[in-house]
């Protein structure tokens, strides 16, 4: 048996057991599956793999993508740069980490893309990062990429640019691109979001939210009350499990 799964704390809100049943399905892959593996610290995660025979890949999330880099034996040099871990790959004994979040926000992104820029400006628009997490790493490396300023809120200076005690309406006007890395509004908990001045958004601003279910968020339905474009994050999800398993396969051919 091929195996394949999904680590992280709370795991009821993932759509990724359904999504690559279906890839196997269709692929004919009768000798494949996968499973959801809630760990409660990331401590647990070479026992896992110890118990495990015929494991070959991982997903990682929440709140694992960072903290999962020290348990591995090498990093691909996207993940290295980015810092952060969503995809493992187990071959021969030996784990490597890669990120298919970059991949996948690369896509939202360029929906958003269209809205931002201006005809004949070369003012390029700025971000506001909610969050300071693994995903929040791939954002900001996107974002750079691409030439974009941007500030990040967190809960800790240490980890961010500013607290969330520190967004007013002013901030909020300048960013006109804001992108919710963090779990707030996921499934269960679909009645929280960000805590912003949503006032303060215009038909102007971008909003992305990287959470997927519910597609769409109370974050996202403030944005559209103001007229804002507002982008989820299925999409992001289907661009990171094709990257992921692509990755999946190539080592196992290599």
Same mark, same amino acid.
């Given at each position: 048996?091929?195996?394949?799964?999904?680590?992280?704390?709370?795991?009821?809100?993932?759509?990724?057991?359904?999504?690559?049943?279906?890839?196997?399905?269709?692929?004919?892959?009768?000798?494949?599956?996968?499973?959801?593996?809630?760990?409660?610290?990331?401590?647990?995660?070479?026992?896992?793999?110890?118990?495990?025979?015929?494991?070959?890949?991982?997903?990682? &999330?929440?709140?694992?993508?960072?903290? +999962?880099?020290? #348990?591995?034996?090498? /990093?691909?040099?996207? @993940?290295? %740069?980015?810092?952060?871990?969503?995809?493992?790959?187990?071959?021969?004994?030996? &784990?490597?980490?890669?990120?298919?979040? +970059?991949?996948? #926000?690369?896509?939202? /992104?360029?929906?958003? @893309?269209? %809205?931002?820029?201006?005809?004949?400006?070369?003012?390029r628009p700025r971000a506001l990062v909610l969050g300071s997490g693994g995903a929040s790493r791939a954002v900001a490396y996107v974002l750079r990429?691409?030439?974009?300023?941007?500030?990040?809120?967190?809960?800790?200076?240490?980890?961010?640019?500013?607290?969330?005690?520190?967004?007013?309406?002013?901030i909020l006007r300048v960013c006109r691109l804001v992108v919710n890395t963090t779990p707030l509004g996921m499934y269960p908990d679909v009645h929280?979001?960000?805590?912003?001045?949503?006032?303060?958004?215009?038909?102007?601003?971008?909003?992305?939210?990287?959470?997927?279910?519910?597609?769409?968020?109370?974050?996202?339905?403030?944005?559209?009350?103001?007229?804002?474009?507002?982008?989820?994050?299925?999409?992001?999800?289907?661009?990171?499990?094709?990257?992921?398993?692509?990755?999946?396969?190539?080592?196992?051919?290599?």
């Amino acid at each position: 048996m091929h195996r394949y799964g999904l680590i992280g704390r709370k795991l009821g809100h993932s759509f990724s057991k359904k999504h690559f049943t279906a890839v196997f399905r269709k692929a004919g892959l009768k000798d494949h599956r996968y499973d959801l593996y809630e760990l409660p610290e990331i401590e647990a995660l070479p026992d896992l793999l110890r118990r495990t025979p015929g494991l070959h890949g991982l997903n990682v &999330t929440v709140p694992y993508k960072e903290a +999962v880099i020290p #348990f591995l034996d090498e /990093l691909d040099p996207l @993940a290295a %740069a980015v810092g952060a871990v969503n995809t493992i790959v187990v071959k021969d004994g030996r &784990t490597q980490g890669h990120n298919t979040d +970059v991949a996948g #926000f690369r896509s939202l /992104l360029a929906r958003a @893309a269209r %809205a931002l820029d201006k005809p004949g400006s070369a003012i390029r628009p700025r971000a506001l990062v909610l969050g300071s997490g693994g995903a929040s790493r791939a954002v900001a490396y996107v974002l750079r990429e691409a030439g974009i300023r941007f500030r990040i809120v967190s809960r800790s200076r240490n980890r961010g640019d500013l607290t969330w005690d520190l967004i007013d309406p002013v901030i909020l006007r300048v960013c006109r691109l804001v992108v919710n890395t963090t779990p707030l509004g996921m499934y269960p908990d679909v009645h929280d979001a960000p805590p912003l001045p949503y006032s303060a958004l215009t038909p102007q601003h971008t909003l992305i939210d990287l959470v997927y279910n519910p597609e769409e968020t109370l974050f996202l339905k403030h944005g559209l009350e103001r007229g804002a474009k507002a982008i989820g994050g299925a999409g992001m999800l289907r661009v990171q499990a094709d990257e992921a398993w692509r990755i999946w396969q190539a080592a196992r051919k290599g």
